[in-house]
């Protein structure tokens, strides 16, 4: 089975993390990527219950996720570099409210308020919330001010953690389309280079 490289395409002003959903079960379409197949030591934390912040992983490195497309199976996995991108480009495009429920329906008073890259497992922030996570990890805060959101998440437990949605590239694919231009520009700039090169060997037999 293929392994998928994603990656952030920073001429692409669309390209990376565009919300966070709070979420139980998956869903994933094309190069939408919807991730949520969440294992146990990856659920969300409660840190303050009387300001309703949870706090869990957004993003995880390195780490095979399963597709399906029609009849073509294959895992997907981002590197360090590029989970750390995300979290930068999700704050700098100022997409710190944007938050969907199971990535259908767009929510209210849901913000992240605190964002990391786990650095030390020993000693990193997510270590008091004995969350397992490897180093790299995009962790995130959510105040969850939504009654209703909060309820499913602390009361009834359908809400079990968070999961990232957006647009990304296959590394691949996007290599190979650089490389193509590349190459038109490469063929395009001799095209040119000849053609004066011509132009001065004819003038040169005129003179003659």
Do not use: C
């Not at 009849?71 to 480009?89: C, G, M, N, P, Q």
């Not at 429920?101 to 990193?124: A, G």
């Not at 998440?153 to 296959?170: H, L, M, N, P, R």
Request: charged share 30%; glycine share 4%.
């Amino acid at each position: 089975m293929r392994i998928v490289e994603l990656i952030i395409d920073e001429n692409d002003e669309y390209s990376g993390v565009d919300a966070i959903s709070l979420v139980e079960s998956p869903a994933i379409s094309e190069n939408w990527v919807a991730l949520n197949r969440i294992e146990e030591k990856y659920k969300f934390k409660a840190i303050d219950e009387d300001k309703r912040i949870l706090i869990g992983a957004l993003l995880v490195p390195n780490r095979m996720i399963y597709r399906r497309d029609g009849k073509d199976e294959y895992y997907i996995h981002f590197t360090k570099d590029t989970v750390k991108r995300a979290s930068e480009l999700y704050l700098k495009k100022g997409h710190a409210n944007n938050a969907t429920y199971e990535h259908i329906q767009e929510v209210q008073n849901v913000s992240l308020v605190e964002s990391w890259i786990v650095e030390d497992k020993i000693n990193d922030k997510s270590a008091l919330y004995n969350l397992d996570l490897p180093i790299g990890t995009w962790v995130g805060a959510m105040k969850i001010e939504n009654e209703e959101l909060w309820k499913m998440a602390k009361v009834d437990g359908t809400i079990k953690g968070f999961s990232i949605e957006g647009y990304f590239e296959e590394k691949a694919k996007l290599s190979t389309e650089k490389e193509t231009s590349l190459n038109k520009d490469i063929n395009t700039n001799l095209s040119i280079l000849l053609n004066r090169l011509k132009t001065i060997e004819n003038g040169k037999q005129k003179s003659n």
